[in-house]
């Protein structure tokens, strides 16, 4: 089963302070990893994709294969980057023996709130 | 794109009753919705997979006779609380997965939420 594990539950940090949230992950296969955000009262929103090594909001993650990490960091931290954030494998769809088609499920890490102070 | 709406946005009730919340994919189809259950600064707690036409699929815990889900399109999933009692109150959010031609993987767009409070 794809699992990922955010070993902070909070993290503080200073406004303009480097910030890296952690995440690593334990499953076999080519690993596919996402960042979502969930800010005060939003919705939870996509932040970044591993395949598409974009980076959103100044944010950045690196798949490390040796380390089994996909850690979400930020050079300089804002205070509208205090929010929730979630590390998590993609859904994953998959084929079953009589020709169906089934999906899979998310499964998120703890998620770890950030608090950036001014 | 890809906006996912939930209704209500909150809701309080009584103890006995029942409630119906709706997910709706406004702009794509999806064959494929979850609901989730989140308590107050916890990450989000997968209650069950709603397949467009068959049954959905629980997680281990969630009672399937207390939250019913129906998935009779592919842009509308519903989860209904049936009697519902004060500790199922939570925050109930829904997601949806778009349609995929030939792609392996893809992630999921999130309703805002729906807020139910049991008196």
């Known amino acids: 089963a794809q699992r990922v594990t955010q070993p902070e539950k909070l993290l503080s940090v200073f406004k303009g302070a480097p910030v890296e949230l952690k995440c690593n992950y334990s499953?076999?296969?080519?690993?596919?990893l996402f960042w979502y955000v969930q800010y005060s009262r939003q919705r939870l929103q996509l932040l970044l994709r591993?395949?598409s090594r974009e980076s959103i909001k100044g944010f950045t993650a690196d798949l490390n294969k040796g380390e089994t990490s996909f850690h979400l960091k930020k050079p300089f931290a804002q205070e509208e980057d205090s929010a929730m954030y979630y590390c998590?494998?993609?859904?994953?769809?998959?084929?079953?023996?009589?020709?169906?088609?089934?999906?899979?499920?998310?499964?998120f890490g703890q998620g770890t709130i950030l608090t950036v102070h001014p | 794109g890809a906006v996912v709406s939930q209704h209500p946005s909150w809701v309080i009730c009584k103890s006995g009753t029942s409630v119906k919340i709706e997910c709706r994919s406004l702009d794509f189809q999806a064959t494929t919705m979850f609901w989730y259950r989140q308590f107050p600064k916890q990450s989000l707690m997968l209650m069950a997979t709603s397949n467009e036409g068959s049954k959905a699929t629980y997680e281990q815990g969630v009672e399937k006779d207390k939250f019913l889900i129906n998935h009779a399109s592919l842009t509308l999933s519903t989860l209904t609380v049936t009697s519902a009692h004060p500790e199922d109150s939570s925050f109930y959010i829904c997601?949806?997965?778009?349609?995929?031609?030939?792609?392996?993987?893809?992630?999921?767009?999130f309703g805002p939420g729906t807020r139910l409070t049991v008196l």
């Open positions: 591993h395949i």
């Open positions: 998590a494998p993609p859904s994953t769809l998959t084929k079953s023996n009589a020709g169906g088609t089934s999906y899979g499920k998310l499964t």
């Open positions: 499953y076999s296969g080519s690993p596919e």
């Open positions: 997601s949806a997965l778009t349609e995929l031609p030939s792609a392996y993987t893809d992630t999921q767009y």
